[in-house]
């Protein structure tokens, strides 16, 4: 059975860089049939999806966050990772890890990891 | 970016209770469109996708309809354990972007 974990500081200061790791046990992230992704949720609101990551290394980030961030894969650790730089105090949430399949066009995200909370304050 | 609204954003439903919740896409997504559950302090887990397809292991009282602009999500006889924020999200666009949620709690 799939299964992802987030791992990573659960508190970083404003302006710095906030850097999340994702590892992935149970299955490969070299399958060529998933993308690997992040999704983050503030406190008590709706759900933001950040960017994703193929096996490969090709990425594709949310316009909203893309000057500030990156999104990496270790395949040799079967990990993917996720650096946010200039951090406020509005990213401050709960982030996600989760395998990004696809059929057809059509992509969801099954399963996620359990999330972290990430808390930007001085 | 293509944006998504539900509606109604809460409701009080009882067990046994037919529930339906609706997902609106700001342009045509064609069925596009997954619906996730998420219980307080859990992840999203995914019940729809593409509109209509159950996932593995989802019972079967989640159905999902729509195509276009709008979308259904129906439990045909609300369980105790389907009190949860509900979400749409679509993929029509490499932008994901995901509904405001609708939570279904306790008559």
């Known amino acids: 059975q799939l299964q992802l974990q987030e791992s990573g500081p659960g508190l970083v200061k404003p302006s710095e860089t906030l850097s999340l790791t994702c590892t992935v046990s149970?299955?490969?992230?070299?399958?060529?049939?998933?993308?690997w992704g992040w999704i983050r949720q503030p406190p008590g609101k709706g759900l933001e999806w950040i960017g994703s990551i193929y096996y490969s290394g090709s990425t594709y980030y949310n316009p909203s966050l893309k000057s500030r961030v990156t999104i990496s894969v270790d395949t040799s650790k079967n990990q993917f990772s996720l650096k946010l730089s200039s951090v406020t105090a509005a990213d401050t949430a709960v982030y996600y890890c989760?395998?990004?399949?696809?059929?057809?066009?059509?992509?969801?995200?099954?399963?996620w990891g359990q999330g972290t909370l990430v808390t930007v304050s001085s | 970016d293509i944006q998504m609204t539900q509606s109604p954003s809460s409701l009080s439903a009882s067990v046994g209770d037919r529930v339906t919740i609706t997902c609106r896409a700001s342009q045509s997504i064609s069925s596009y469109l997954n619906w996730y559950q998420q219980k307080p302090g859990k992840a999203p887990k995914l019940l729809i996708y593409a509109a209509s397809s159950l996932q593995s292991g989802v019972p079967s009282r989640f159905s999902g309809s729509g195509s276009g602009t709008d979308f259904t999500l129906t439990i045909s006889s609300l369980q105790p354990e389907d009190f949860a924020t509900y979400y749409c999200q679509q993929s029509y666009s490499t932008i994901f972007t995901f509904g405001p949620g609708t939570k279904v709690d306790i008559k």
């Open positions: 989760a395998r990004q399949d696809m059929v057809q066009g059509v992509n969801w995200f099954d399963p």
């Open positions: 149970g299955g490969s992230i070299s399958s060529s049939s998933y993308y």
